[in-house]
């Protein structure tokens, strides 16, 4: 990924440096500045198989840089000894823009959420965080990269130095400048297809995406931050919703994990942002997934339910089901309605879906294929 190493070591750098069209300033906490050495390390980090108790899995496995930084085509993903979880790897690409990490949004920050994986049994399945601090303490490269980031050694280095080194790597994987930007804020009439403009036409009209996928002034992030239920999952399971909340309300207070919790349990899993709120609004409610490169992360949803894009549309011109005459969820959230769209609306709105990918991933799905 040069262009995307190019670009963190321009912001690292300290040197002047211009947001990709359509984004704003990538959001930096006060207490983990930006380094070109911090990036490194947390590259390095990232890609390191030494992090799991088979030594075959890395962030990257599940966040592929060839893949748009997810594990496309996979539903769900796989973790140590080919086990699976119960959702879909999202992509970290812009994830330094949301507000919560993880589809029910159980993490407040990149530092945070960096920490689950290497312990969740069906992903990395370390049993404490011992392993890893053994191996960046004692291993000469990276006990020199810890010295030099953080100025410190031995067991002064910690997991929040970890963390802050793998959430400092993941603010530089960011990318606008799709075709949309350039139409869109960069007023060239050109960069859009006749079946992408009409597809903006739905997507701002009549299919309201953007009601949630939301597109400003000057800015585009393609989400609200926020969660919903769409009918996707707790459909399966809303016979059993009242009794999954309660048993699962009482499992909580006396403690248990709900990161394993969520991600080992498919049932558990489709209870969505209510797992970590226990506010019975919040239930089958995920969060709002940015739509950036979109067309090279399939499958979609919170569980990979749905193959295409096409199949995406279908589902919310049908009002958040299959197919017409399903069973619509009871805890649908509100707006969620049938919208009417023609066959010929929907394959606009998948073309205009195409015009959010960025051209340096553009270019990686090509050499992938």
């Known amino acids: 990924m040069k262009a995307l190493a190019l670009l963190g070591l321009a912001l690292l750098a300290g040197a002047v440096y211009a947001e990709p069209l359509g984004l704003p300033p990538v959001p930096i906490p006060a207490d983990n500045p930006q ?9 390095k980090l990232f890609h390191d198989k030494r992090f799991s108790s088979t030594g075959a899995v890395a962030c990257s496995n599940c966040h592929d840089d060839a893949k748009a ?11 140590v000894n080919k086990l699976t979880g119960t959702r879909n790897a999202p992509t970290v690409i812009n994830a330094a823009y949301m507000k919560t990490q993880f589809w029910d949004g159980r993490s407040p920050s990149l530092e945070d959420q960096a920490l689950y994986p290497f312990l969740n049994p069906v992903e990395m399945a ?3 965080h011992g392993p890893i601090l053994k191996i960046v303490r004692n291993d000469p490269d990276y006990a020199a990269a810890f010295q030099s980031v953080f100025g410190k050694s031995g067991e002064a280095i910690t997991m929040k130095e970890v963390t802050q080194a793998i959430a400092s790597f993941e603010r530089t994987v960011v990318a606008g400048n799709s075709p949309f930007d350039r139409w869109y804020y960069g007023h060239d009439e050109r960069a859009l297809t006749p079946a992408q403009v009409r597809g903006f036409q739905v997507f701002v009209g009549q299919g309201r995406c953007v009601s949630c996928h939301v597109i400003e002034q000057t800015q585009a992030l393609f989400t609200d ?21 309660g048993a699962f309300l009482e499992a909580k207070a006396k403690g248990v ?16 942002r209510f797992a970590v709120t226990d506010q019975f609004d919040d239930l089958g409610g995920f969060k709002t997934p940015t739509l950036r490169n979109i067309a090279l992360t399939a499958p979609y949803m ?21 197919k ?46």
């Open 35 to 43: 380094s070109a050495e911090k990036i490194k390390l947390g590259d």
């Open 257 to 272: 994990d709900v990161d394993v919790a969520v991600l080992t349990d498919k049932k558990t899993s489709e209870l969505g």
């Open 324 to 369: 017409a005459g399903d069973r619509v969820n009871d805890f649908l959230s509100g707006g969620i309605r049938p919208l009417n769209l023609t066959s010929q609306q929907m394959d606009d709105l998948v073309a205009f879906m195409q015009a959010l990918t960025s051209p340096e991933f553009a270019q990686t799905a090509a050499k992938a294929k």
């Open 225 to 245: 931050n926020r969660f919903h239920n769409i009918g996707v999952g707790i459909t399966a399971v809303q016979a059993d919703v009242p009794k999954l909340a």
């Open 69 to 79: 930084f997810t594990d496309s085509p996979r539903r769900v993903s796989e973790g």
């Open 302 to 322: 919170h569980d990979g339910s749905l193959k295409t894009l096409k199949d995406v549309m279908t589902h919310y011109n049908n009002g958040g089901i299959a």
């Open 126 to 128: 370390l049993p404490d």
